[in-house]
């Protein structure tokens, strides 16, 4: 313990004087954490327009012939922040179909646990995702995303 107090001594001066040296030495490892604590300014845009609510993740759901994406994307810096697709090798290889209702659970579960490790917990579910008895495989995602333990953000 006295060893760490003399390092410490050590160096605080020299990161008072480099910030960038502290920079290089200190890193957020939860980039989200100031979305979780409700810190995180959302841009609401002028007044004359319309009112629209304002998230900080969006989930898309982007159905082909032949493939599913499933991509979460921050509509304020418009930038995907997670994408999952069953054309990557390690999806593809274990579906039969890469559109059936086992693609959608096993897309649901995936996109779910790298949500996980990225420090995302809830995003709001877009226009894409269509709710009801008519989208069968689209109640099956959503069914298996909160049950690999996320959120939806009521819209």
Same mark, same amino acid.
């Given at each position: 313990? *006295?060893?760490?107090?003399? /390092?410490?001594k050590?160096?605080?001066?020299?990161? +008072?004087?480099? %910030?960038?040296?502290?920079?290089?030495? !200190? +890193? #957020? +490892?939860?980039? !989200? #954490?100031?979305? &979780?604590?409700?810190?995180?300014?959302?841009?609401?845009?002028?007044?004359?327009?319309?009112?629209?609510?304002? *998230?900080? #993740?969006? &989930?898309?759901?982007? %159905?082909? $012939? $032949?493939?599913?994406?499933? /991509?979460?994307? #921050?509509?304020h810096? %418009?930038?995907? !922040?997670?994408? !999952?697709?069953? %054309?990557?090798?390690? &999806?593809?290889?274990?579906?039969?179909?890469? $559109?059936?209702?086992?693609?959608?659970? &096993?897309?649901?579960?995936?996109?779910?646990?790298?949500c996980?490790?990225?420090?995302?917990?809830e995003?709001a579910?877009?226009?894409?995702?269509?709710?009801?008895?008519?989208?069968?495989k689209?109640?099956? *995602?959503?069914?298996? *995303?909160?049950?690999?333990?996320?959120?939806?953000?009521?819209?």
């Amino acid at each position: 313990m *006295f060893c760490a107090v003399i /390092k410490m001594k050590t160096i605080l001066p020299i990161l +008072r004087i480099n %910030q960038r040296f502290f920079s290089d030495l !200190v +890193r #957020n +490892r939860n980039p !989200v #954490n100031a979305e &979780l604590i409700g810190v995180a300014r959302k841009p609401d845009g002028y007044h004359l327009e319309a009112r629209r609510e304002l *998230f900080h #993740n969006t &989930l898309y759901l982007e %159905q082909t $012939n $032949n493939t599913v994406t499933a /991509k979460i994307v #921050n509509p304020h810096r %418009q930038i995907t !922040v997670l994408k !999952v697709s069953t %054309q990557e090798w390690s &999806l593809k290889k274990n579906l039969y179909k890469m $559109n059936d209702t086992a693609a959608f659970t &096993l897309l649901a579960r995936v996109l779910a646990e790298r949500c996980q490790f990225a420090g995302i917990t809830e995003v709001a579910p877009s226009t894409s995702i269509k709710f009801g008895a008519e989208y069968p495989k689209h109640a099956v *995602f959503v069914e298996t *995303f909160k049950q690999s333990g996320m959120s939806f953000i009521e819209t």
